[in-house]
């Protein structure tokens, strides 16, 4: 008897019985599982990712104070970028990466507000007279992008975001410490549209990889030949101190332009391509945190106790951004009554 109902099945004359059928639910309950675990480590690989990108980006600035006195600060983003884009080509042709140039506008655009704008206006915040902490200024960044992703992505922010903004946002004021000054109005202004052009850039580059597809090494490539071609106009027409030439200026260079700009960069597009404008951005604030602490390491300039409450602060909302996006990616979706009783 047991064969016969074997063959009946196989033939279809025999149903399976209803308590060893699979539902549609069963199959949407797995899908949804599977996407949850990819988001999961989606989420952890940007937050490795983004944790070397600070490491390369938070030297960087103690690099590029060093070599203020060999170079100007505009031949220095100028070489940087140029250097940094024949780096990634030789990459791009070794690995038979595709040459073709992305999204035109869209990697114009990012290339005007993300990769030029935001480094000479902070450089021209510096130049003008404003005192140090104005550079800090463009660490507004992340609240520009907040702004930008809501009108034009449509990323609205959750409670988890508002609460991390707040403390980032108080961090980030106790180490500019303004009631101490910020030096020149104009140099501010600068130094706050830096901020703003490169949360714009960072939203057109989330635009470019959400609705294009466009590829990451080579939209990388691209946006340091664009930043190096749109900054020797600057460079020309501002005035600066010669170049001196020597070892410190070398390896000054080759640290700018391999690793800060073309693996600092290449970095930084993976994690915009890979969590949302918003995570990203108030992730990069973990940058002028590692920059005090290697400053009072290296250079001898010891934080003040407002700037290690700024730490703490920044720190704190860098914890709720990235990990609560964690937990509310793991929450299972729990079965629904009918599906229990089945």
């Not at 390369?56 to 070489?79: E, R, T, Y």
């Not at 073709?100 to 655009?109: H, I, Y």
């Not at 463009?138 to 034009?152: D, E, G, Q, R, S």
């Not at 990990?323 to 979706?333: H, I, M, P, S």
Request: proline residues 4%; charged residues 10%.
């Amino acid at each position: 008897m047991l064969h016969n109902d074997i063959l009946a099945g196989y033939c279809g004359r025999r149903r399976r019985p209803d308590s060893i059928r699979l539902r549609p639910d069963f199959f949407i309950y797995r899908f949804q599982t599977t996407s949850i675990l990819k988001t999961i480590q989606s989420d952890r690989g940007a937050l490795v990712l983004m944790s070397f990108t600070v490491l390369l980006w938070g030297f960087s600035w103690i690099v590029m104070k060093h070599m203020s006195n060999f170079i100007g600060p505009f031949d220095l983003v100028m070489a940087r970028y140029g250097l940094a884009f024949l780096v990634l080509l030789c990459i791009l042709l070794v690995t038979r990466h595709s040459l073709k140039f992305p999204p035109f506008w869209l990697t114009v655009g990012i290339a005007v507000f993300q990769t030029t704008a935001f480094q000479c206006l902070c450089q021209l915040a510096l130049v003008s007279g404003g005192a140090g902490h104005v550079a800090m200024l463009a660490y507004t960044m992340p609240f520009w992008v907040v702004l930008f992703a809501w009108l034009m992505l449509g990323e609205r922010p959750a409670r988890r975001h508002v609460i991390a903004f707040v403390l980032a946002g108080a961090g980030l004021v106790a180490i500019i410490a303004p009631w101490q000054g910020l030096g020149s109005v104009r140099g501010s202004l600068l130094a706050l549209g830096g901020g703003m052009s490169w949360g714009l850039g960072v939203v057109f580059s989330k635009i470019a990889f959400q609705r294009r597809q466009a590829d990451v090494l080579n939209m990388t490539m691209w946006q340091m030949f664009l930043g190096s071609v749109l900054t020797v106009p600057v460079a020309l027409l501002l005035p600066q101190r010669a170049v001196v030439w020597n070892a410190d200026l070398f390896w000054g260079l080759a640290y700018m332009a391999v690793f800060a700009s073309a693996l600092g960069w290449w970095l930084w597009l993976t994690v915009v391509q890979r969590v949302s404008a918003t995570v990203a951005g108030m992730s990069s604030l973990g940058v002028p945190v590692l920059t005090v602490i290697l400053a009072w390491l290296l250079l001898a300039e010891r934080p003040t106790v407002m700037e290690l409450i700024g730490i703490a602060f920044i720190m704190a909302g860098l914890i709720i951004i990235n990990l609560a996006g964690g937990r509310r990616a793991g929450v299972e979706k729990k079965p629904h009554r009918s599906d229990a009783a089945s």
